[in-house]
């Protein structure tokens, strides 16, 4: 994997707290296996195992664009009765009341934004969302800054299911 995933920890651990609504003092996620282009990771939150898969971008448009890190993720809450949770992080404030689309080869799905991140709006289009993402090959992720920048973010999908499967096997 050309992602050096200890590097963004720190980063991504702060947005997880923050959109996750966990305890400042839930411990550092651990990494607990890298999956081609996905990684898995594992810590114990306030109300138990927390485990989830991340991945960045392979290619992200328009180039050029100051954004800070941008991440895909699915996260295994048990203590809080929740499987397969969608999320992106984009890298900037999205547009007010805009959608994130989120297209998986040829299926299309549209994710509610609040700040920098956005969240399929149930459990049911998470789990369609994660199957769609099993069985494809490519994902883009589409957004509009507040400043009114249009981004594309490609993602490979390379190893996801076999992330799926550890953090499924890690937070039963």
Not at 3 to 13: H, K
Not at 75 to 85: A, F, L, M, Q, V
Not at 143 to 167: C, F, H, N, P, Q
């Amino acid at each position: 994997m050309t992602i050096r995933w200890t590097q963004f920890i720190p980063t991504l651990f702060g947005a997880f707290v923050l959109s996750a609504g966990t305890s400042a003092l839930a411990q550092e996620p651990k990494l607990v296996g890298e999956f081609k282009d996905w990684a898995a990771y594992a810590y114990k939150g306030k109300k138990g195992q927390v485990c989830y898969i991340v991945s960045q971008p392979k290619e992200s448009q328009p180039k050029g664009v100051n954004r800070d890190a941008v991440f895909f993720l699915i996260t295994h809450r048990p203590g809080d009765k929740i499987r397969n949770e969608v999320n992106t992080i984009i890298g900037y404030p999205f547009k007010k009341e805009s959608v994130a689309r989120v297209e998986v080869d040829s299926s299309a799905f549209e994710l509610f934004t609040n700040g920098d991140g956005a969240w399929a709006e149930s459990a049911v289009a998470d789990r369609k969302v994660v199957a769609a993402m099993k069985k494809g090959a490519k994902m883009t992720v589409s957004g509009e800054s507040w400043r009114g920048t249009k981004t594309k973010d490609s993602y490979s999908l390379s190893g996801v299911t076999a992330a799926m499967d550890k953090i499924d096997e890690l937070c039963k």
